[in-house]
């Protein structure tokens, strides 16, 4: 019993807490001298009482582990609430946070025969399912909207360790709230995917970006390595979504690159050598396919604004045994790569962003393709870029160029647009004649090389033409478009000032007269001239012949027809060796065979005798310029006739005597000077009816008609995968024929 009294009465000097106020003040009172005292958390032990008896001494010290592990504890949880990145207590991650959907995948320990469960969906939420629904799930309901940090990917996670409020209950409302995140850095759980996003930025933000669990390095195989045009890439798993990755890899776009390193090809054999720039690098395939093909003819600058792609793309240009010349500081910017050959395979990467080098620095040829529209580099592109040099632009934004989002092209362009049956060629007009103003802002005028629309993009490429001159010419060549809403007529407004009283006189149709209303629309404005230009056309064909690329070159076919609006010609290719005194844009174009006086050096002025030139040229253009817009076979056909073939039905319109070629924009559009009457008049006298017996009364030579013309088409099918054009004699040089022959005329009359 003595030994009992004594445990307790240690215990009760032990605890602060279960002393007696006159204790504590008797305490207060002994003097500090003769004691020793242990600080145990908090706790003060005095060494007067300590017992001599084991057994108290042994009880005493359990208890005072027991209290120190329980104000441990509670300190620990305290702490676990606030966001302590120093913590010394490394756990393991969550099975949420994975760096690729392959590991994600090896969780749920897929197989062809057996019925898996998600491994972050409960079982009342998602059954357990076989390995193509289980795969297809992982992908688009946890891996699709995951957060991204370092290389890790924190996929939404349904099970339940995320609390519900008290007061929501049922099992509707816990399946709605129990989906969240779970920090990589810290061990919070965030139900809003932007919640989350802005959680990791404020992380960052104070320097927290070490995790508390216990990481594996991301291994050097991680990244994906592609191959185009005998380039290498390597790219994040997640290349093809933008939103989700800074090195943002497109193969959809692998035409458009094509078409834009053909333009820089004919331009790198006009002068020699010239600076180029990439202006939105991302993984860098553009500007190292221009330096591993084009050598020696060009300097090529790749820039990007974000620290991540500008390390892949050194990373790149080792992989393709380039050597890198790094250069981040805004002050360095006039820095040139020195003259000689050990600047032969060396681009220049720069990080900054786009508008402020495009300021800094001269180009010779530029290049945009940023995320959605171009409109905002368009000032900073014209402002520095060369005489004679080339501006191309690639714009995504399908949505409102394309008539979907009418409002935001009004924004964007300050463009009235509507859906037509033109509405991809609307497109590159309202592009080019964004392009323009922002030329002539900078007094510098264009002259479009190509403009290409696809399902994907609008591609325009212009020359650059300087002085107050031709930038007033650009200028008046943008105007509005009158567009008949009944029959879909249209034509450009007459130049002017002066209001007109009757604006519906100007269309070819009388459908005001017979409707009620209003019948049409003024859209705009839109960049009227012409879209192509033959010459620049026939030598990119030449140079993706010479670099192999076979995508390009049907395209390229296609619009040598478009621009020079004809169906049926030669085709011969142009040696730069043997040219001689090509004439472009009112200058004459370096070849070999020329002398010194036969050409323009870039920034010099134009001498009398190339201006008279010039002149000469734009009259020749004009008269031979394509017609604007296409006409779509399948809009204007007529309800209960089977309209003609194609090809017959240009052949049909070539004899009428109109000029008629297919176009690129539409497979069953058809570019013509026709009038729309005169089109559908043709299109209903060779169309036939629907049933058999119309066909027996109608003309007995109809029957013979559509068999001639099946035997032409057929001819012509036959030779269409190998036929190639002329080049114009004027030109003067000698010429490689690729082969054989359209025919001329068409037999069904």
Not at 57 to 81: L, P, V
Not at 220 to 232: G, I, M, N
Not at 295 to 322: A, F, G, P
């Amino acid at each position: 019993m003595a030994a009992e009294e004594t445990v307790e009465a240690s215990l009760a000097q032990l605890s602060p807490e279960r002393r007696q106020p006159g204790q504590e003040d008797s305490d207060e009172g002994k003097p500090e001298g003769g004691s020793e005292t242990a600080a145990l958390n908090g706790v003060v032990v005095s060494g007067k009482e300590k017992s001599n008896n084991l057994d108290v001494k042994d009880a005493g010290s359990e208890m005072e582990t027991e209290e120190k592990g329980t104000e441990e504890e509670s300190t620990r949880e305290s702490d676990s609430n606030i966001l302590d990145v120093s913590s010394d207590y490394p756990r393991e991650k969550h099975i949420s946070i994975q760096r690729h959907l392959a590991d994600l995948e090896k969780l749920a320990n897929l197989k062809e025969d057996e019925k898996k469960p998600c491994p972050l969906c409960p079982e009342e939420k998602f059954k357990a399912c076989y390995s193509h629904k289980l795969h297809r799930h992982l992908q688009n309901l946890h891996w699709k909207v995951s957060v991204e940090f370092e290389g890790y990917r924190m996929c939404i996670c349904h099970l339940p360790c995320h609390p519900v409020k008290p007061n929501l209950v049922g099992d509707q409302t816990f399946s709605k709230m129990g989906a969240h995140y779970h920090c990589i850095i810290c061990s919070a759980t965030i139900t809003r995917r932007t919640d989350m996003i802005g959680h990791i930025n404020r992380h960052v933000n104070k320097g927290e970006t070490e995790s508390r669990f216990i990481t594996v390095p991301a291994p050097k195989s991680s990244h994906e390595v592609l191959k185009e045009l005998a380039t290498d890439v390597q790219v994040l798993p997640n290349y093809s979504t933008p939103q989700k990755t800074d090195s943002y890899f497109n193969p959809k776009m692998k035409l458009n690159r094509q078409l834009i390193f053909c333009a820089l090809a004919v331009l790198a054999e006009e002068r020699k050598p010239i600076e180029c720039l990439d202006a939105f690098g991302a993984t860098g395939i553009m500007g190292l396919q221009w330096a591993k093909h084009l050598r020696s003819s060009v300097k090529v600058t790749i820039n990007d604004c974000n620290e991540n792609s500008v390390t892949m793309i050194q990373e790149n240009c080792h992989l393709n045994k380039m050597k890198v010349k790094l250069n981040t500081k805004e002050d360095d910017n006039d820095e040139a790569l020195g003259d000689g050959e050990e600047n032969t395979d060396t681009i220049e990467v720069t990080k900054m962003d786009a508008n402020v080098i495009m300021h800094l620095r001269s180009f010779d040829f530029i290049h945009l393709d940023p995320y959605g529209t171009s409109v905002n580099y368009l000032d900073s592109a014209f402002r520095n870029v060369r005489n004679l040099g080339i501006v191309s632009l690639t714009s995504t934004d399908t949505s409102s160029l394309y008539a979907k989002a009418q409002h935001v092209a009004l924004r964007h362009y300050g463009c009235n647009i509507v859906r037509t049956e033109y509405y991809k060629e609307l497109a590159a007009r309202i592009v080019i004649a964004a392009v323009t103003r922002a030329a002539a802002r900078c007094n510098k005028g264009i002259e479009v090389l190509l403009a290409v629309a696809l399902e994907h993009f609008v591609l325009v490429v212009v020359r650059v033409l300087r002085g107050p001159s031709p930038a007033d010419n650009s200028a008046k060549k943008i105007r509005y478009l009158i567009h008949c809403q009944w029959c879909e007529e249209r034509i450009f407004q007459r130049e002017g000032n002066m209001v007109e009283e009757n604006p519906y006189q100007q269309l070819p149709c009388d459908c005001h007269g017979s409707m009620p209303g209003k019948t049409a629309v003024v859209l705009g404005p839109l960049w009227s001239g012409a879209l192509f230009n033959t010459g620049f056309l026939r030598r990119m064909l030449f140079e993706a012949v010479q670099y192999g690329l076979d995508e390009a070159q049907p395209l390229l076919k296609t619009l040598v027809c478009e621009a020079e609006c004809t169906t049926s010609k030669h085709f011969t290719t142009h040696s730069p060796c043997d040219e001689n005194k090509q004439e472009e844009c009112g200058v004459y174009i370096k070849t070999p065979n020329n002398s010194a006086e036969s050409y323009l050096v870039p920034g010099k002025r134009k001498s009398n005798e190339v201006i008279r030139n010039a002149a000469k040229r734009q009259k020749a253009e004009n008269s031979a310029e394509h017609p604007a817009f296409y006409y779509n076979i399948h809009r204007h056909s007529i309800k209960g006739m089977n309209m003609p073939k194609l090809n017959k039905f240009l052949c049909y319109l070539s004899e009428a005597g109109y000029r008629v070629s297919r176009t690129h924009f539409d497979p069953m559009g058809v570019r013509t000077n026709a009038p729309l009457a005169q089109f559908k008049t043709i299109l209903m006298k060779y169309s036939t009816p629907t049933y058999t017996g119309g066909q027996a009364e109608g003309p007995l030579h109809r029957a013979e008609d559509v068999q001639a013309g099946e035997q032409v088409e057929a001819a012509a099918d036959g030779k269409v995968e190998d036929a190639e054009f002329l080049e114009d004699d004027k030109s003067g040089v000698a010429a490689a024929v690729f082969t054989k022959d359209y025919p001329t005329h068409c037999a069904a009359d």
